[in-house]
C-alpha cells in the first residue's frame, strides 16, 4: 500500500522544487510516493513575514487539494516552517515542518546545536520555531550568513565556504556540536559540510520526509480536537 | 498637528469595524484621527490559523494603502493580534497589537491575571501572544467561553453573564487579580463587568489606540533594522 | 541493504522484550531488522532511580556488543529513556528515546498533550525528560495512575479502563489533545484508546524505531564532539 | 477635564527632577497636568539596593501625598522602578514605571533591543525589571558604561559618546534592534543618537507619561485584589 | 572562636524577635553566638511590599552596626526576605534569607515541594523569591491560608489545624513531597505537623541559621565585586 | 551527639578520596564524624554519563552499607552530583550534592557567578545540575580548562594558572560575581585563587558538608513520599 506525502514548498521558484522533490526521492522508503509541490502564485523565496503571509494562502490552497486526493502526511520545506498551523487545521494526517524535525533531530544525535540560517532577516524566524518547540536550551545559537535565498540556488564554493566557516564558529564559539542548515534545498551541501566540519549536519528537508513516513506508520493523525480542528468553512477564500 | 492612527479590524464583518471605531473615538485624544478599516475580502470572523493567514493578507493590502497616506500608528483590532509582524514590516509608524496591549496594561495595573477568550480553540492563538511577550508567569489561565466571535456581536445578557462566570472563577480559582477580555468589540461590556467583579477588566482595543499614540508623540517608529525591515519587492503580491 | 536496529528493553522481563519486539517489526521497514534485546541480568521493572542505575550497565553492554556487530541505530524502550546519554557515548549511530519520541511526535500532531504514566513514582523520570525537551509548555500535565508496570503485562480490561478515565480528565481538565502513553508495552491500548478518546495516543516505541530508521536514511549519527564522545576506556567497567 | 499625573523622581537632586518634568511636559497631552516631585530628604541618586531602599520611603510618602489631591496616574522616573509596588499599593490609579514602559514600547517597536544603562552595578537592577516582565528572550543583553549617574546631568559629549558606541556594538554583537536608554533625564540624547545609529531610541520616562495618560483615558485604576491592596495602617510610617 | 551570627527580624514584634532567637539557639553550634535584633521603629508585621520598604531601612540600621561589631554573618528572618539585597550591599559576611534557605533546602529533600503561607497578599512575595532562585519547576504551587501574620503568635490549634488542612491539599492535589512554612516564628509546629504529614515540613529561619554557620566555617562572604559592592556613601541616610 | 556524615567520591582513586575527607574534617563541626569512602570497583574518574552509569552502582552500595549503620547525612563529593536522586532513594537522612551546594552557596554570595570545570565534556553535566535547580538566570556561563580530572591531582602550579586565567574571563566577560570550582578536590585552590580574583571561590565539597550537618540539626530527612521513596526490592542488585 503506497503512502502519499506532499512535499510543501511555500515558494515559487521550480528549481527549488525539484531539488527537494529529488532530495527527498533518494531517501524515501520504496512505498512512499513524494509529490513535491509549490503554489501557482506567490514568492520566489520565503524571507520575511509578509512572504510568509503570501505563501501561507499557497500552502492551505495546495493542502486542501492535497486532503481531496487523500494525502497521508505533508513536510513544509521551508527553514521557518511557514503557515504549518494553518495547514495542520486543513490536514488529515501528519504535517511535519522541516525546521521542527531538524531540531528535533538535532537534540537526538547531539547534546547542544546551533543553526546557520540565512539571510540575517530570517533569525527571528528560526527562533520563533526554536521557541515554539522550547529548544532555546539546547540550541547554542542561531547564526546567519548574509546571503539572499535566491543566491543559494547555484549551490557553490562561495556559499559552501560562507557556511563552513560560519558553522566552524559555532563549534568553537558556541559549543555546538551538531549544525542545522537554515534553508531547504541545500541538501547538497550535507555531505561537504559534515566532511569538513566533523559533526552532524542536519538537512530538515530529509529528515521531515521521514518522520513524516514514520508517523503514518505508527498510525497518527494530526488531533480535531480543539486548536487544530477543522476551520470553520468562512476561513476557506 | 493631527496623527492618523489606522484600526485595522482583520475580520470584515461592518458591525465590529463600525464599533471598534466608536469605541476608540470616544477615548482617542482631540488630535487624533482613527481611520477604523477592514479588509473588503477576508473572513468574517478570525477563530483559527487559517483564518489568521487568510485576514493577514487583507490586513498587509490595508497598511500598504494607508502607508501611502502618511498614517502615523496602526492597531491590530482582533485578539490573537493578527498579522502583526507582516503588518510592522510595511509599517513606518508604530503597530500595536491589542493583545499585547492588553497584557501590557494587565502588568501595570495587577500582579496577575486571566485572560477570557472565545471559543476554546483560540486559546493557542492567545498562549502564542503570551509567550511572545514572555508573560507566562504573570498570566494565571487563559479561560475560553464556548461561544462563537460571530454570537458575541448582540453582546446580550447571555454573553455578559457567561464573561461575568467565568471570571470569576479567574479571580477565586487561579489567583487572577484582573481580567483581560479575549476579544475585540466587546468594550462595551467593560462596565457592567468591572461593577460586578471589582478588579480591573481590560479591553485591549482601546488601550492599544492610546498606547499608539503614546508612541508616536514620544517619536518612536518601527524599528527597520534587521527582523522588521521593509520586505523585499517580490513577496507583495 | 538491511538495516539493524536494537531495540534495548532496560528491564529483564521477557514477555515485555517480546512485546515490544512484536510491535516494532508490525510497522518496520521491509529492510530493517529489528533486534530486541534485554540485559542478562539486572531489574525486572523500572519504576525508580535506583531501578534506572541498574539497568543503565545493562543497556551499557548491551550497546557494546551491538556496537560490534555493527548495528545502525538504537531505540531506548523504556518510558524515562534509561540511560540515553550514556548509551549516546558509546554508539555510532543514533540512539532514540521512546518518550523522546514520544513527545516530538505529540507536538508534530497537537497543540498541547498530557502523559498517562504509571506509577505514580515515576512522574519525576517523565519530567525529566520534558524538561531535557523543553516541552513545559506543550505537556499540559503529567497524569499517573496507580499500577505498578509489572501489573501492565496482563493488559487487561482494568488497565484499559483506568488509562481512559485517566485520559479523558487529560482532555477535560488539562486542555491536552492528544496523550502519551507513559509505559512502554502498552501499544496493544492504543487501538482501544484512540476509538474511546477520539484524539492521537501515543506509543513511543513505535514512533522511535520510525524515527531511528528515518534517521539512519538521513546519514545521520551520533555527533562525537564533546558531550557524547566516546567514553574514555576507564569507565567501560 | 484635566488629569494630574504625578511624576515621582526618586532621587533628591533637583536638576533632574526639572528636567524630568520639562521632557514629560514637552509630550503629554493638553489636558493633563504633570507634577514633577521627589522626595524631601533621600538619596542624590539610585544606584543600589541601599539607594532604593531609601528612595522608596520618600515615594511612598509622596504617593500619599498625591492620594490626597486626587492624583490619577503616577510615572516611577528611575531606571529600575524604583519601589515601584510599594507605590501601587498605596495608589488609586495606575502607576507605570519608566523601565517597564521602555521594555514594553521597545517590543512593539523591536523583535529584539539590548538596554544601555550605567553604571555597571545597576545591570542587576535592569535585569530584575526584565524578568519581572518575562522579556529575557527580547531582550538581547544589559550593557553598561562606566559613567554614575551624577555625571549624567551634564549631557555632554563624552557621555554621548560613550552611549553610542555602545549601542552600536548592541547592533553588531548582540543582535539588537532598538536600544533601551537605561536612566532617566537622558531624554536629550534621544535625538542625537537614533540620528547616529538609525534605529529606535527609547527613553522610559516620556513613554511612561504617555501610557499613564492612555491607562487614565481607558478607565483602568490598580487592582486592589490581593498583591496591591491597600496597605494596612501599621505600615505607614 | 566564636562566630557571631545576627538574626535580623524585620519586624519590631518582641515576642516574636525572641522566639526567632530561641529558635535558633536550639540548634546552633556551641561556638555561634545568635544575636536576634529587630528594628527600634518600623512595622509590626511584614505583610505587603510598603511594610517591607519601612522594614529594609530598619534591617540596614541594623546591618550598619553589626558591621562595626564584626558579625560574622546574617539572616533574615521573614518570609519573602525582606530588603536582603540591601543588607548584602552592607554586610561582609554571608547574608542568608529564611525563604531562600529554606526553598533550597526543600530541593535538597523532596523532588517536589509546595509552599504555605499566610497572609494570601504575600503570595506575591513568596512568588518573587521562587522565581529569583529559579524554582517555579519544583515549587508545585504556593497556597495561603487567610490568617494575618499577627495572629500567628498564639500558635494556637486553629492555626496547627489550618496549616495541616491545606498541607494536605499539597500533598494530595499538587503533587507536593515536602511543605515549606510561609512565615517566620513557627519553627514549634514543625513537630506537629510532620507528625501529622508524614513529610519534611521546612521551616526556614533554623535552615537558615545551619547554612549562615556553614557558609562561614567554608570560609565564604559576600561578593563585593559589582552587584552587591558596598554603596557608595550618600545611599546611608 | 555524634552525628556521622558520609563522604561519597564516586570514583575510585584513593588519593582524592583521601583529600577530600581531609577537606571536610578541617570545617567539621566536633560532634561530626566524617567518613570519606569510594567505591571498590568502579572508574578511577567520572568525566562521562558511562562513568557516571558505573559510579552510580558503587554509590548505591556504600549508601546502603552506610544505612545499615546508621549515617545521618551524605556528600556526594564529584561535580555533577552523580547518581544524588538514586541515592536519596536509599537514604533515610539528607544527601547533599556538591554541586547544588556550591550553586546555592554561589547565589547566597553573589548576584551571578560562572562555573570553571574541566574536562570540556563535562560541561553538560553541569549545566543538567543548574537546570535541575533553575540557575540558568543566575550562572553566567559554565567554562571549562581542557585538562584531565586525573591532572588534577598533582594540584600544580599549572592547574592553578590556568583556573585563574578562566575565572578571570568569566569576571571581564561574563559578568560573573563569584567562582564555582567544577571539580572535587581542589579546595586546596580556594585560598590562591581567591587572592588572586578578589571574590568568592566556591568549593562544593566542603559547602555541601556544611549544609548536611546543617539539615540534620535542623531534623530534615529525605521525603519517602512518592519520588525518593524507598526503591522495590527488585532494584537492589
Tied chains: 1, 2, 3, 4, 5, 6.
Excluded at 495542520?88 to 533531530?105: F, H, K
Aim: negative net charge; glycine residues 8%; aromatic residues 2%.
Amino acid at each position: 500500500m503506497t503512502v502519499r506525502i506532499a512535499l510543501l514548498n511555500p515558494n515559487t521558484t521550480d528549481a527549488f522544487t525539484a531539488r527537494l522533490g529529488e532530495a527527498c526521492r533518494a531517501i524515501a522508503s520504496p512505498d512512499t510516493v513524494v509529490v513535491a509541490r509549490a503554489p501557482a502564485v506567490g514568492t520566489p523565496s520565503v524571507e520575511c513575514h509578509a512572504d510568509e503571509a503570501v505563501a501561507t494562502i499557497g500552502l492551505m490552497q495546495l493542502a486542501r487539494e492535497e486532503e481531496a486526493l487523500g494525502t497521508d502526511a505533508y513536510v513544509i520545506a521551508c527553514f521557518g516552517d511557514t503557515g504549518i498551523d494553518a495547514v495542520r487545521e486543513i490536514a488529515s494526517g501528519p504535517v511535519v515542518g522541516m525546521t521542527e524535525a531538524a531540531l528535533q533531530a538535532a537534540t537526538t544525535v547531539a547534546a547542544f546545536f546551533s543553526i546557520v540560517t540565512l539571510p540575517p532577516r530570517t533569525i527571528v524566524q528560526a527562533e520563533r520555531v526554536v521557541r515554539y518547540l522550547g529548544l532555546s536550551h539546547r540550541c547554542r545559537r542561531i547564526r546567519a550568513i548574509d546571503v539572499l535565498v535566491d543566491d543559494c540556488i547555484a549551490l557553490d564554493e562561495t556559499l559552501l565556504t560562507a557556511m563552513i566557516v560560519e558553522s566552524r564558529k559555532a563549534l568553537d564559539e558556541d559549543g555546538a556540536e551538531a549544525i542545522v542548515l537554515g534553508c531547504a534545498g541545500l541538501s547538497a551541501l550535507v555531505g561537504p559540510m559534515t566532511q569538513a566540519l566533523g559533526v552532524p549536519v542536519i538537512d530538515g528537508v530529509g529528515v521531515a520526509l521521514k518522520i513524516a513516513e514514520g508517523l503514518v506508520a505508527a498510525g497518527l493523525r494530526t488531533s480535531k480536537h480543539c486548536s487544530w480542528a477543522t476551520p470553520p468553512r468562512h476561513s476557506v477564500p
